[in-house]
């Protein structure tokens, strides 16, 4: 592991740049700054989600892994060039996303965003995923990028959103379904 931070507060952005991995110094709003910034922010609501009592286990053991491969990929974006995440990875993704899914029943309606303040928290989490990934491709668009990154953030957003039907069932037997209004 490399230098530990002793002291919190550097002065170093106090004009508006930020350091990133690599040494190298950026403006905080960069597109690059903003990438990992909303992983970072995707990573925090899923700790808050995380923190929600009563997860099932499988949940919670799937989560603290999504945890520790976003941490990978905040650290991978915040070094040009960097690679951490692969395809397996996001085929990991993909084989619990389907095993989740395999016990739900056929979605025929769309769900509102709730059923539980789990299910809830797994909503925003997944919206906040599909935010990270639009500011990746955003970075994609100007800097190269690891394709598996984008992959990764497009499959968890889906996997969030299994587990959210799993999780509103969970705790309330049911999913809120979207009543159209005629």
């Known amino acids: 592991m490399g230098n530990r931070l002793s002291k919190i ?23 690059r700054v903003e990438a990992f910034g909303t992983v ?9 989600l995380l923190a929600v009592p009563g ?4 949940v919670l053991e799937c ?5 520790h491969q976003l941490f990978d990929l905040g650290g991978e974006l915040c070094i040009p060039g960097h690679t951490v995440l692969g395809a397996e990875q996001v085929e990991g993704l993909e084989r619990t996303l389907d095993a989740f899914n395999e016990a739900l029943p056929p979605l025929k309606e769309f769900i509102l965003p709730g059923g539980g303040a789990a299910a809830a928290a797994c909503h925003l989490a997944r919206t906040v995923a599909r935010r990270a990934e639009r500011r990746v491709w955003t ?3 100007a800097e190269p990028v690891n394709p598996h990154a984008l992959h ?26 979207w009543r159209h209004s005629r």
């Open 40 to 48: 970072d922010e995707l990573n925090s609501a899923l700790g808050v």
């Open 63 to 67: 989560l603290t892994e999504v945890q």
């Open 9 to 31: 507060y550097t002065r170093t952005g106090d004009e508006g740049t930020t350091g990133l991995g690599d040494g190298t110094r950026v403006p905080k709003d960069s597109a």
């Open 139 to 141: 970075l994609a668009a």
């Open 152 to 177: 990764y953030l497009n499959r968890l957003s889906d996997l969030l959103f299994v587990l959210a039907r799993v999780l509103a069932r969970h705790e309330r037997g049911s999913e809120v379904l």
């Open 55 to 58: 997860l099932p286990a499988a």
